[in-house]
């Protein structure tokens, strides 16, 4: 079952919240020369057009990067994100949003690597057609768990994987705990990042179990609600869960994120969260 298309989704309040903790990732990963693997198992088609059917038809982008893309109080901790966005929208107007492989691409250096996994029979050759001249990378129409096994440790032994899936089904909440287990089997010192959505609290509960129980450490978890949990179908928040995160990112997130939620959410409900799931 294929039927998620991130082009429905893309630029809004999740993406805002991912994308700034993927961009302040690879910036830390920057400060030592050495190259490193940038793996998105869960790719997208990479570039999303605002103006598009899908887009227009949720508008979810207008609640999501629309309200902080030309903020003059933006925190700083924004700037890497914010300079990949601005890439694709030169002259002021936004009319594309760059998904994680482009703004991999955008922040990403000469020796470092990207190696992306996308499934749908349309997002994948847009995908690759993003990607033709790019050296540095490869895009292959795979499974993105199995990329967990096959493509870990990296050869430069640096490495920062992006778990994205779209948890259509509901075995994905267990998929990817054990798609982390697999990895962190083969690379432990890697950095991990899982998105995760609050539909329902309780899966994400069973899931944030299964994975300390997994004895992993050193797992730092972020979350911007926009709702108050509830019962009902729907996204009330959503987060991402960080495996060995840079020394950092726990104080920039702790910094950004209350100012990201007061200017995504000016009717001020929901919550903010950065705690550890297991500290060192
Ligand atoms: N990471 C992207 C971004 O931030 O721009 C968004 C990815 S979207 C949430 C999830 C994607 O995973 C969808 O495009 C879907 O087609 C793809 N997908 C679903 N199952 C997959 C699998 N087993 N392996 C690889 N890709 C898969």
């Given at each position: 079952m294929l039927s998620y298309r991130h082009s429905f989704h893309a630029g809004n309040h999740a993406?805002?919240?991912k994308h700034t903790v993927q961009s302040l990732i690879i910036e830390a990963l920057k400060e030592k020369d050495k190259p490193f693997l940038y793996l998105d198992t869960h790719a997208g088609a990479g570039?999303?057009?605002?103006?598009?059917?899908?887009?227009?038809?949720?508008?979810?982008y207008l609640d999501g990067i629309a309200r902080i893309w030309q903020r003059d109080d933006m925190p700083a901790e924004l700037e890497a994100y914010m300079s990949a966005v601005n890439a694709y929208n030169?002259?002021?107007?936004?009319?594309?949003?760059?998904?994680?492989?482009?703004?991999?691409?955008?922040?990403?250096?000469?020796?470092?690597?990207?190696h992306m996994t996308e499934l749908h029979p349309t997002d994948y050759p847009l995908l690759r057609h993003e990607f033709l001249k790019d050296e540095r990378s490869k895009v292959l129409r795979a499974d993105g768990y199995q990329q967990l096994k096959s493509q870990l440790p990296p050869q430069s032994r640096r490495g920062f994987i992006l778990i994205d899936p779209p948890y259509e089904l509901k075995t994905d909440y267990q998929a990817v705990v054990q798609g982390i287990q697999e990895g962190y089997k083969r690379?432990?010192?890697?950095?991990?990042?899982?998105?995760y959505p609050v539909v329902l609290r309780q899966q994400i509960k069973r899931m944030v179990k299964e994975l300390e129980e997994t004895g992993i450490r050193r797992i730092l978890q972020i979350e911007l609600a926009v709702q108050p949990d509830s019962d009902r179908r729907g996204m009330t928040a959503s987060g991402m869960i960080v495996i060995n995160p840079p020394w950092k990112l726990e104080q920039q997130m702790s910094t950004v994120?209350?100012?990201?939620?007061?200017?995504?959410?000016p009717e001020g409900i929901g919550h903010t969260k950065v705690s550890w799931i297991t500290p060192e």
């Amino acid at each position: 079952m294929l039927s998620y298309r991130h082009s429905f989704h893309a630029g809004n309040h999740a993406d805002v919240v991912k994308h700034t903790v993927q961009s302040l990732i690879i910036e830390a990963l920057k400060e030592k020369d050495k190259p490193f693997l940038y793996l998105d198992t869960h790719a997208g088609a990479g570039r999303y057009f605002l103006g598009s059917e899908h887009a227009e038809k949720t508008g979810e982008y207008l609640d999501g990067i629309a309200r902080i893309w030309q903020r003059d109080d933006m925190p700083a901790e924004l700037e890497a994100y914010m300079s990949a966005v601005n890439a694709y929208n030169k002259g002021g107007y936004l009319k594309y949003y760059p998904g994680s492989p482009l703004i991999a691409r955008h922040l990403l250096r000469e020796q470092d690597q990207l190696h992306m996994t996308e499934l749908h029979p349309t997002d994948y050759p847009l995908l690759r057609h993003e990607f033709l001249k790019d050296e540095r990378s490869k895009v292959l129409r795979a499974d993105g768990y199995q990329q967990l096994k096959s493509q870990l440790p990296p050869q430069s032994r640096r490495g920062f994987i992006l778990i994205d899936p779209p948890y259509e089904l509901k075995t994905d909440y267990q998929a990817v705990v054990q798609g982390i287990q697999e990895g962190y089997k083969r690379f432990a010192t890697g950095v991990y990042a899982l998105w995760y959505p609050v539909v329902l609290r309780q899966q994400i509960k069973r899931m944030v179990k299964e994975l300390e129980e997994t004895g992993i450490r050193r797992i730092l978890q972020i979350e911007l609600a926009v709702q108050p949990d509830s019962d009902r179908r729907g996204m009330t928040a959503s987060g991402m869960i960080v495996i060995n995160p840079p020394w950092k990112l726990e104080q920039q997130m702790s910094t950004v994120l209350p100012w990201l939620h007061r200017v995504l959410v000016p009717e001020g409900i929901g919550h903010t969260k950065v705690s550890w799931i297991t500290p060192e």
